[in-house]
């Protein structure tokens, strides 16, 4: 039962029809302090004040207000307070559960994680009670979710394979190309008609059946002209994202249309491809882990919070 008391309504965690009684019992300086602030939820016992939404967002305010103006900004603001209030009630449940569980962090580990923060350069000033208690119940939602669904998530090898034979272009090794290239050099701003006529000149001999390799002697401005314009073996990731999306449909003796770069443009025959080679399983095994692992332990945190959220009374008053 309540107290009227001052004390008992400051100290005990208060419902959304008591904290109103507690106000009633407060100096009227400290009341209307209060009444400045409001309840924008209630998660089961919990309350999450104005105030408390205001600390969330200050750092979200800045950042939106550079990007957007106008309605938009106003949009953009309700829309982050939406998914901050959200948030908050997520964390407000999930403290909550740690609570009935009975898990605890020790003020000795709070302690060490302000330190480690602080040695880091991100270490909040830990005199503020307000930094103190956020630590804490960072430290308990890590702790919670690695006890509750973490602890709880296995990978079977059966997984693993399904997983390595549904996404094996994840585990490719990088193409290998065997390519020639006649390349037209784009001196200047003012110099780009001329290349550009000089290369089509080219491509339209090619066209007519001309040698590949006669045509790069005579148009190429790379020194490797003189042997045909031949590039030798690359890798994919090792071109120019244009070439390479240029080249990708080619088969061997296949000419790519005139590609444009920064330089100037490209011709790009491809004169050998390399088969497509992939990682074995027992090469991959634990990378596949990992993200099976992640993909399971996220799906079981959902699956966890849904729960949690239909146990609850939850009431959003913003």
Known sequence: MWSVSRKPCLSLRPTAATWLLCLLTLPPALAAAHLDDRIVAVVNSDLIMLSDLKREMASQHERIARQHHGDDLAQQVKLAEYMTITKMVEQKLQLQEAKAKKIEVSDQEV?????????????????????????????????????E???NVMVGNSEMKRYYDGHRDRFALPEEYLLSQIFVQRHSPENTADALTKVRQAMNELKRGEKFEDVALQYSETPNAIQGGRLGLVRQGELLPAIERAIAPLVPGGISDIIESNDGFHIIRVEHKEPKEFRSFEQVQYEIQRLVFEQKNEDMFQSWLTNLKNKAYIDIKF
């Open 111 to 147: 302690r060490q994680a302000l330190e480690r923060m602080k040695q880091q350069g991100i270490g909040p000033d830990p005199s503020n009670p307000l930094n103190t208690r956020t630590v804490r119940d960072q430290l308990l939602l890590l702790r919670v979710v690695a006890q």
């Open 149 to 151: 669904v973490r602890g």
